[in-house]
């Protein structure tokens, strides 16, 4: 694979062939595809947040540490993540009891 993605490569990689923002599940699968790559997933979320503020489902954080998950060294990757996961979960707190 290529070295990390430019930032108007986010900007790309967050919209539809017609133009359109990526939304809902389509982010969210966008999100766990770019995480297969170390840095992807969370490059990705992190475009996704700045275009778009903070989600109002949790799967994309899901999405964004898939990749962590499966491969081994990636720990300072998904607890940036996670520090945006708990930045969602204090945006309300109701959301510290709903699944993701």
Do not use: N
Request: glycine share 18%; aromatic share 4%.
């Amino acid at each position: 694979g290529g070295g990390p993605v430019g930032r108007s490569g986010h900007a790309r990689a967050l919209s539809r062939a017609d133009g359109s923002a990526l939304t809902g599940s389509a982010l969210t699968a966008a999100v766990s595809a770019a995480s297969g790559e170390p840095g992807g997933g969370l490059a990705l979320l992190e475009a996704a947040l700045e275009e778009t503020g903070l989600p109002a489902r949790g799967g994309i954080f899901v999405g964004a540490l898939r990749g962590c998950a499966a491969q081994p060294g990636r720990w300072e990757e998904a607890l940036a993540v996670c520090g945006h996961l708990e930045k969602w979960i204090e945006q309300d707190t109701r959301r510290a009891s709903q699944p993701l």
